[in-house]
Every structure is written in structure tokens, then in C-alpha cells.
Nanobody, 126 residues
């Protein structure tokens, strides 16, 4: 069973996309979710994270001020609103989750997340 990520696509630089990650609470007793991304030929990197209660959102420096992570508990969905997209944002985006709380210093460590989605491709052209 996987998380279900969607919403990727192709946009021009400066455009926006909203990614969604469906994580039904009846299947995944998660309290903490995150988005990672992996560009072609590069390692997977942390993008943003949030608690299911909406607390403590955190972001990679490269996306601060442009991306916003949020959640809708009624829909069991976490979102990543991406604005002012740049060609360097081109990547496959993955959502990931875990049950327990996670220290700020550990949120970028993908080994801390046992559940992952299948990835959704975002392509930003210049």
C-alpha cells in the first residue's frame, strides 16, 4: 500500500502547481508528512514537512517563500502549493510519512520515513 501523489505537470517558469498526497488515516496512522524531490541524476532531497495537526511546517531553503505545505484532515490529503516555479524545481516529487514526531534536524533524512508515494513529475521550462 502506498501513499498516492498527484498533481504534477509541465509549466513555464513563474507558473504554479499544486501537488496532492492522499494518505487515508484508516490505512496510515501517520502524524508527520513530508515532500521530497529527485531531479534526474541527483539525489533525493527534502522539500517540506508538516504535522497532521498543521503544526510546525518546515521548508528547504531553496523553496522558502515560494512553496507552501498544508493538509486537509477531512480529505486525508497533504498539499504542496508551488508558486514562482523555476527550471531547477524540475524533478519527481514524492510524499512520505511516519507515525512519530520528528526533530527538525532529522526531517530531511529520508530514512526516517517508512511510507512513500509513487512520485509525480514536475517539469518547469524556461
Amino acid at each position: 500500500v502506498q501513499l498516492q501523489a498527484s498533481g504534477g505537470g509541465s509549466v513555464q517558469a513563474g507558473g504554479s502547481l499544486r501537488l496532492s498526497c492522499l494518505a487515508p488515516r484508516r490505512l496510515f496512522n501517520m502524524n508527520f508528512l513530508a515532500w521530497f524531490r529527485q531531479a534526474s541524476g541527483k539525489e533525493r532531497e527534502f522539500v517540506a514537512s508538516i504535522y497532521w495537526n498543521g503544526g510546525s511546517p518546515s521548508y528547504a531553503d531553496s523553496v522558502k517563500g515560494r512553496f507552501t505545505i498544508s493538509r486537509d484532515n477531512a480529505k486525508d490529503t497533504v498539499y504542496l502549493q508551488m508558486n514562482d516555479l523555476k527550471p531547477e524545481d524540475t524533478a519527481v516529487y514524492f510524499c512520505a510519512g511516519r507515525v512519530n514526531r520528528l526533530a527538525l534536524s532529522a526531517r530531511a533524512d529520508q530514512r526516517q520515513y517508512p511510507w512513500w508515494g509513487q512520485g509525480t513529475l514536475v517539469t518547469v521550462s524556461s
